[in-house]
């Protein structure tokens, strides 16, 4: 990175291994009322209209409506912050900010049924407190049966559709600090075995509930590889919400853990993060410039892409369009809007103070959520589920998908991730044929691209061969092209897993199957039978 003042930089890739399956968070973002732009469609999208009527009726409102609901976020993050991180106050002070202003704000938004989100902290908590050893199982459970029994039961449609976001990200927080602490239980039975070391260890562990650990090497060498000129990375610094600095040992206090799950960085838009990530903003915070441009710049792209999903798209691409540019349409704004609602939820996590860390010297912001240019010019559909919520990317990933792994294998863990992410998004029959589609497809893909790139000697896999290992590398010019090829297979299936995902009148409470199946009949199910054509294909191989 150049010195000064740095605007917009793109993100490191993320570390992968071959958990490349792990899909993405696809939560439809109804965090506000949008504008009613059908009002001046007639029956054409707005294509009809100029482009200063456009300004004008459509993006103006748009905006103005948007960063009215929004501002409340960052105006709450900034309280906390500014509550938290100027003076030294004690420790449960600062956590009780957190629950206070985060509970205002999630009320804000979500009126009465933040009771729900309340109710699953506490619970949480108390399960957490009484089942050591099984925390993370527990936790799982908790988060299973709570979240069936309100939308099964005990909320109405629209009410749970408003706050299911929230409810699933306390959730992976809930069960991230549970499975944490078993980690840590087997980890400290297995190092007492070694007699005084493993005293010692135990003999580490502080008041707040993690313990110094040694810098991770492998995150070491490859920052100072992929550095300029001197350019270093604290130990700690956030890689993708997976690896940590710290490791979490004990149960938290009450304060800590209702103040992490409420924090309001992160309680209504997200982005999930380790407790061991909330638990550092308190320690020596740094208020710098950077921080103030780097806020400033997220949210410009949040707008920029609100614009697009509300305004452009259908002013571009009209009703009377062909019914596959109408269905790239749909999944376009779907997209745009989830990258809204993503750099959104980056500015109020950087605005409560969290994403610090140490490059040259001076202070840099970055919280990694999603990356728009591998989902829109994507190499594969792993790029896309990859890239499109990288820390939820990152929980699924540790886990649900290695852990199965270990035990079950590869083919079993995909579908586990598929199936646990299916669970935590609600029980929604649209989310769940997505979903399950899209594990399916990356599945087929990724064990298809595998063989042919070993039959062809060269770099057609899914993710970009980085250690040289074929003969015909990415520079070959047949290769480009064949990715070229995969990339545009990809972005026809993006449009048409999408194309349900639009704003009819269902949008609000949840969408049936009868909806879903009815947006791919209209597309003759041509997408699957591509699919299930390539799995034919990769079975004979």
């Not at 206070?100 to 938004?109: E, K, P, Q, W, Y």
């Not at 792994?405 to 083919?411: D, F, I, M, N, V």
């Amino acid at each position: 990175m150049d010195h000064g003042i740095p605007v917009y930089q793109d993100y490191p890739d993320f570390p992968l291994d071959d958990e490349v399956y792990v899909e993405p968070e696809f939560y439809a973002d109804q965090f506000y009322d949008q504008v009613e732009y059908e009002k001046f469609s007639d029956e054409g999208g707005l294509a009809p209209f100029s482009f200063s009527e456009i300004l004008e009726h459509c993006i103006e409102p748009t905006v103005t409506d948007g960063f009215k609901h929004m501002s409340k976020i960052l105006i709450w993050s900034l309280i906390f912050r500014l509550c938290t991180q100027i003076t030294e106050t004690p420790v449960w002070t600062k956590h009780a900010v957190s629950i206070v202003t985060g509970t205002i704000l999630a009320s804000n938004f979500f009126s009465g049924s933040v009771f729900y989100l309340l109710g699953l902290v506490t619970l949480g908590y108390l399960i957490l407190a009484i089942s050591p050893g099984y925390r993370g199982p527990s936790a799982a459970a908790l988060v299973i049966s709570y979240n069936i029994g309100c939308e099964s039961w005990m909320s109405d449609p629209l009410s749970w559709h408003q706050i299911r976001g929230a409810i699933m990200i306390c959730s992976m927080k809930i069960i991230s600090v549970g499975y944490d602490l078993d980690f840590a239980d087997r980890k400290d039975k297995s190092s007492a075995k070694t007699g005084p070391e493993g005293r010692e260890r135990k003999g580490m562990k502080e008041k707040n509930g993690v313990k110094p650990q040694k810098p991770d090497r492998k995150i070491l060498r490859r920052s100072e590889s992929e550095g300029k000129k001197g350019e270093t990375m604290e130990p700690g610094a956030n890689q993708g919400g997976e690896q940590e600095g710290d490791e979490l040992t004990v149960l938290p206090g009450w304060f800590q853990f209702a103040g992490y799950c409420l924090c309001p960085g992160t309680v209504v838009l997200g982005p999930w993060i380790p407790f061991q990530q909330y638990n550092k903003i308190f320690i020596n915070p740094s208020w710098n410039l950077n921080w103030l441009v780097k806020i400033i710049f997220t949210v410009f792209f949040s707008f920029m892409f609100l614009t697009i999903s509300t305004c452009w798209n259908p002013w571009l691409i009209p009703d009377s369009g062909w019914k596959w540019w109408l269905a790239y349409r749909d999944a376009m704004s779907f997209r745009a809007s989830h990258y809204f609602v993503s750099f959104m939820s980056e500015a109020s996590a950087i605005t409560a103070g969290i994403g610090a860390s140490m490059t040259s010297g001076s202070t840099v912001w970055q919280v990694q959520v999603t990356q728009p240019h591998n989902i829109e010019v994507p190499r594969s559909l792993v790029d896309v589920v990859v890239s499109w919520n990288l820390p939820m990317h990152a929980w699924l990933k540790k886990y649900v998908f290695k852990p199965t792994r270990k035990s079950l294998g590869s083919t079993v863990a995909v579908f586990a991730t598929y199936g646990a992410s299916t669970v935590l998004h609600g029980m929604s029959a649209q989310l769940a044929a997505v979903l399950l589609s899209l594990g399916l497809y990356t599945w087929v893909e990724h064990s298809f691209r595998g063989k042919l790139a070993k039959t062809m000697d060269a770099s057609v896999e899914t993710r970009r061969d980085t250690d040289g290992k074929f003969k015909h590398r990415e520079g070959t010019a047949w290769v480009i092209l064949v990715n070229m090829l995969f990339g545009v297979l990809t972005m026809f299936h993006l449009a048409y897993l999408g194309v349900m995902f639009d704003q009819t009148g269902e949008s609000v409470t949840g969408y049936s199957w009868t909806h879903t199946l009815a947006k791919w009949r209209n597309l003759d199910f041509t997408s699957h039978y591509v699919v299930a054509g390539m799995f034919l294909v990769n079975w004979m191989l």
